[in-house]
């Protein structure tokens, strides 16, 4: 009886993980690009959340202030969204890298 009451209680708990459908459209609009810090650090700042630029560090904060209602797994799975886009912000493309040979200098 007890294993069966926990699986139901993870099953529900998954199911309140799930964002909002108007959270889930305001961090997919959010734009992420990076800057250079000053001794060569890359940061990134994060644009969209009320209209504000944030860096990478204060997503969490910023996620909590403007949406209270949202419980501490939903809190966790905003920010790991924005942490992937800011992953993928922060890594290079292989596109940007140039050919150096010979023959691509003309």
């Known amino acids: 009886m007890n294993a069966t009451f926990e699986r139901l209680a993870e099953i529900f708990a998954r199911r ?3 964002l909002p459908e108007y959270v889930d459209a ?3 609009a959010c734009t992420v690009t990076t ?3 000053g001794d060569g650090e890359v940061r990134a700042v994060v644009m ?3 209209g504000r630029a944030i860096y990478a560090d204060q997503v969490e904060a910023r996620i909590r ?3 209270p209602e949202l419980n501490h ?3 966790q799975r905003a920010c790991d ?3 992937a886009r800011v992953r993928l912000a922060a890594t290079p493309s292989r596109q940007a890298r140039r050919r150096t040979s010979w023959i ?3």
């Open 73 to 75: 797994r939903q809190v």
């Open 48 to 50: 969209g959340l009320g």
């Open 26 to 28: 305001e961090l997919a």
């Open 65 to 67: 202030k403007r949406w």
């Open 16 to 18: 309140q993980a799930g």
């Open 81 to 83: 969204f924005l942490d």
């Open 104 to 106: 691509w200098n003309f």
């Open 35 to 37: 800057r250079e810090a």
